[in-house]
């Protein structure tokens, strides 16, 4: 089969993309921002220009790129960088069986000017198109940078306030999930329509911890077209409320969303998902996942289980099953399934392999991905 002569080639092409990595720079590794679709990496890095003219130019590397008036980079400014590259094929995808490669280039822009706030920017690029239909990854697409995203976060009272334009109402809930996705589909571990919640358009959301590991989160979002107007009969609008727990080994979050779909039937979704580490050497962390959902007199259903042992040879595997999305009662389900290997090659560069099945109506769908993750 086609799928299986291409992998062949996998591990030259894969060699291609390892000397990317020595263009990383020493980082302060850390999560920038869970506030739009941008996954990358904090550098921590002031940026200051040394010289006091007044030259605006722009300099090799982004400085220059947000200045004050002394021409050097504000000190609260940090700047991110991550690149998605993957070569995949997939036996029975209806638009190419070959090996294909994809990629996608994030840049997020973070600074604050009390210390207590942050101002969030999300640019995106990627490959001009998804190279397959089933389109596992989800990669950003379009070859020309975009701003995915422009987020304001600050505190209000002993609230955690999150506002901004395509922002997700699940920006400040907690989760409770500790599953390592290979697939976009699983990173939501079965609840993408309620604790993963997104947006539409316009977004306010917040949230409440509590010392005793206890949370109360609560969103709303908005269309931000201009011939609906943001929370109208016309517009679509979302409201989003969750409670979640958290304790050393184990964990339980459940969400309530409710959308109006502008003039259609509303439809109200409840979703869980819990995970638990178990204490021993060798033993893998579990996650599940369970929705349902409204809409109109139609109900649906969907649920996920995903295993992840953190500690194998240099690297973690995940094993993951889930249904292929939200079933209504005595319908056929259709599974997906996936298993990875992610492992480090050093700080700034990460290596996956694996493999995912996904049931439908017509033929099965069997993928093969290899991706490496650049952060810098």
């Not at 679509?236 to 979640?244: M, N, P, Q, Y």
């Not at 580490?277 to 109109?296: A, K, N």
């Amino acid at each position: 089969m086609k799928l299986f002569k291409s992998l062949l080639i996998a591990p030259a092409t894969l060699g291609l993309l390892a000397p990317v990595s020595t263009f990383a720079s020493e980082a302060n590794l850390n999560d920038i921002s869970k506030y739009s679709d941008l996954e990358n990496i904090e550098l921590t890095n002031a940026f200051v220009i040394d010289d006091s003219t007044n030259d605006r130019s722009l300099l090799a590397g982004g400085e220059g790129l947000v200045e004050s008036y002394d021409s050097s980079f504000s000190e609260t400014t940090v700047a991110s960088f991550s690149v998605d590259a993957a070569l995949l094929s997939i036996d029975g995808d209806t638009s190419t069986e070959n090996m294909v490669f994809e990629y996608q280039f994030n840049i997020g822009l973070s600074t604050s000017f009390t210390g207590e706030d942050s101002l969030d920017i999300a640019i995106d690029s990627g490959s001009d198109s998804a190279a397959t239909n089933d389109n596992p990854l989800a990669f950003d697409t379009g070859a020309a940078l975009s701003v995915d995203g422009v987020t304001y976060s600050f505190p209000l009272g002993g609230i955690s306030m999150v506002v901004g334009a395509d922002t997700d109402i699940s920006a400040s809930f907690t989760g409770a999930c500790s599953y390592s996705a290979l697939t976009d589909y699983m990173g939501d571990c079965g609840t993408g329509n309620t604790v993963g919640i997104g947006g539409n358009g316009v977004t306010a959301t917040g949230s409440y911890a509590f010392d005793s590991g206890f949370s109360v989160a609560a969103g709303v979002s908005g269309e931000s077209d201009s011939s609906n107007g943001i929370l109208t009969n016309q517009g679509s609008d979302t409201i989003g409320l969750e409670a979640a727990y958290t304790a050393d080994s184990w964990g339980l979050a459940v969400a309530y969303v409710s959308s109006d779909n502008a003039l259609a039937a509303e439809t109200t979704s409840w979703g869980v998902n819990g995970t638990y580490s178990f204490d021993g050497e060798g033993l893998p962390s579990v996650s599940v996942g369970y929705e349902t959902t409204e809409t109109g007199d139609v109900d649906s259903s969907g649920y996920f289980i995903g295993l992840t042992w953190p500690e194998v040879g240099p690297g973690s595997v995940s094993v993951g099953a889930a249904t292929a999305g939200n079933f209504v009662k005595d319908a056929t389900e259709y599974m997906t399934y996936e298993a990875s290997y992610s492992y480090p090659v050093n700080d700034s560069m990460t290596v996956t392999p694996g493999v995912y099945i996904e049931e439908t109506a017509g033929n099965d769908l069997t993928g093969i991905i290899v991706t490496t993750s650049f952060s810098f």
